[in-house]
């Protein structure tokens, strides 16, 4: 679990040597650092910042553009603050045009993640799973990919670009998109949303020369793959970016029916994470050792008044 003494260092090229390894990188998405300390937690190697569970907990509004790029650079600032492990980052269109994907690159390295993730939509952008996108010309997603190459100042940095187009223009236009930001100079691929399984596959076969992102979205319009096929399909990350947002939502509104059918929280609360619990999850023993420490340099030099 991160340190609140100090940052881990060298996040990205953590996630490179992940993404040589065997196995898939599963990366749960994270929608604030709480959560993403849950995720350090329970093993996982990586976390993923969610957009949509940003959006959703920063606003309580859905996933089509509401958000800054200055409030998600801050959202991902904390996330990656929180854990010792990689943090992948929902980049969203890259916030405008290549001059402001060069500021996008710079603000998300400066927070200490190791990758983002940017789409071919036009701004405002909406969830991935969700109808009524538009896209941006593949050139001029090829344009925004090549200013993030050239603007990472840590060579490690992981780019991922994403394209929206099997919804707005087909499979086939996805893959040919999905070639074209290969060749700018994209690490990893993301082709958003596919349908089916014979998709997934065709995405798989069609771009085995790179390192391929799967969105398991929960809920969404692509079809439950297990982990072993999509390793076996050559998937490199798999991220699961509302699983636990929703999870929460669910347990919040079963507390709060219970406060409200029966005047008080008693009845449910064998089912919630104990006080004391809470407090050693959040980090709370080693602030304590902190304080004992820092206390007795205290004691040694006390202020001059």
Not at 144 to 153: C, G, H, N
Not at 160 to 170: K, L, N, P
Not at 280 to 299: D, H, N, S, T, Y
Request: charged fraction near 25%; charge should be negative; proline fraction near 6%.
């Amino acid at each position: 679990m991160s340190s609140f003494l100090r940052a881990a260092p060298g996040a990205a090229a953590r996630l490179r040597r992940l993404l040589a390894e065997e196995d898939p990188v599963l990366a749960p998405g994270a929608y604030d650092a709480l959560s993403a300390r849950l995720i350090e937690e329970a093993g996982f190697p990586a976390v993923y910042m969610t957009g949509f569970g940003t959006a959703a907990s920063h606003l309580g509004r859905p996933d089509v553009g509401l958000l800054t790029m200055t409030e998600m650079v801050d959202q991902a600032r904390r996330i990656a603050a929180a854990v010792d492990i990689p943090v992948i980052a929902d980049a969203d269109t890259g916030y405008g045009n290549p001059i402001n994907v060069i500021r996008t690159v710079h603000e998300y390295e400066r927070c200490g993640v190791a990758a983002l993730h940017m789409e071919d939509q036009e701004a405002p952008k909406k969830c991935g799973h969700i109808e009524g996108k538009r896209l941006i010309p593949a050139a001029d997603m090829v344009a925004k990919i090549e200013a993030a190459v050239e603007a990472r100042t840590d060579p490690d940095f992981v780019l991922i670009a994403r394209t929206d187009a099997r919804a707005v223009e087909g499979m086939q236009s996805a893959l040919e998109r999905a070639r074209r930001y290969r060749d700018a100079g994209a690490d990893v691929l993301f082709v958003e949303a596919p349908q089916t399984e014979p998709e997934i596959e065709a995405v798989a076969r069609a771009l085995s020369d790179v390192p391929l992102l799967f969105n398991w979205a929960e809920g969404g319009r692509t079809p439950p793959v297990s982990r072993e096929r999509l390793g076996e399909l050559g998937f490199r990350i798999v991220i699961f970016p509302v699983g636990a947002l929703l999870a929460a939502a669910h347990a919040v509104r079963g507390l709060l029916a219970s406060i409200r059918a029966t005047g008080t929280p008693a009845q449910a609360m064998g089912g919630i994470v104990g006080f004391g619990d809470f407090l050693e999850m959040i980090g709370l023993p080693e602030i304590r050792r902190l304080e004992q420490r820092f206390a007795v340099q205290a004691a040694e030099h006390p202020q001059e008044g």
